[in-house]
T-cell receptor, first 114, second 112 residues
Framework: NAGVTQTPKFRILKIGQSMTLQCAQDMNHNYMYWYRQDPGMGLKLIYYSVGAGITDKGEVPNGYNVSRSTTEDFPLRLELAAPSQTSVYFC?????????????FGEGSWLTVV | QKEVEQDPGPLSVPEGAIVSLNCTYSNSAFQYFMWYRQYSRKGPELLMYTYSSGNKEDGRFTAQVDKSSKYISLFIRDSQPSDSATYLCAMGGIQGAQKLVFGQGTRLTINP
């Protein structure tokens, strides 16, 4: 199993451009999450989904959009990129009945907006 | 006041030392307490998990939760250079989606 796969690993965007960060998991997990991590700030939840067709805002959703058309995929869309969106983005997933509350993270996507 | 506070360090100790990492929190609804380890340029991985108050031991690692004081700790015994990483505490309630709240992370270096 590949677990949680994120693409791209690195990306440089110009201000005002748009892009989509891809996330896929092969563990048949119901719950999926997008976090951003800034230096010394821990992980902040952007959006999450409890199943296909259902998404909800997290702590810092402004400037982002998500969709969940399948159980496996949870892409994060950045519209009109701004320097404040320079960050490391982590996708994560979890089974609904997971004992031990284990959330599995992807390897991260490093995004720079210039 | 942040919901979860964690001393960001950095913390540097000699090999073999006992390391203590701590977090405080303000939300009394938190029931699940976790420690994640994150190596440089990698995603966080779950290290320890505790439900409610008490201690949990796994090899050289011990997690403690004191809900009355809203304080959690991670102890690392006989620390090794391979333990050098950023350690993040995380907490969640009992709601279905389990939206975790993370601390800022403590960067730990174990010197040979």
């Amino acid at each position: 199993n590949a677990g949680v796969t994120q693409t791209p690993k690195f990306r440089i965007l110009k201000i005002g451009q748009s892009m989509t960060l891809q996330c896929a998991q092969d563990m048949n997990h119901n719950y999926m999450y997008w976090y951003r991590q800034d230096p010394g700030m821990g992980l902040k939840l952007i959006y999450y989904s409890v199943g296909a067709g259902i998404t909800d805002k997290g702590e810092v959703p402004n400037g982002y959009n998500v969709s969940r058309s399948t159980t496996e995929d949870f892409p994060l869309r950045l519209e009109l990129a701004a320097p404040s969106q320079t960050s490391v983005y982590f996708c994560a997933s979890r089974a609904r009945d997971q004992i031990g509350n284990t959330i599995y993270f992807g390897e991260g996507s490093w995004l720079t907006v210039v | 006041q942040k919901e979860v506070e964690q001393d960001p360090g950095p913390l540097s100790v000699p090999e073999g030392a006992i390391v203590s990492l701590n977090c405080t929190y303000s939300n009394s609804a938190f029931q699940y307490f976790m420690w994640y380890r994150q190596y440089s340029r990698k995603g966080p991985e779950l290290l320890m998990y505790t439900y409610s108050s008490g201690n949990k031991e796994d090899g050289r690692f011990t997690a403690q939760v004191d809900k009355s004081s809203k304080y959690i700790s991670l102890f690392i015994r006989d620390s090794q250079p391979s333990d050098s990483a950023t350690y993040l505490c995380a907490m969640g309630g009992i709601q279905g989606a389990q939206k975790l709240v993370f601390g800022q992370g403590t960067r730990l270096t174990i010197n040979p």
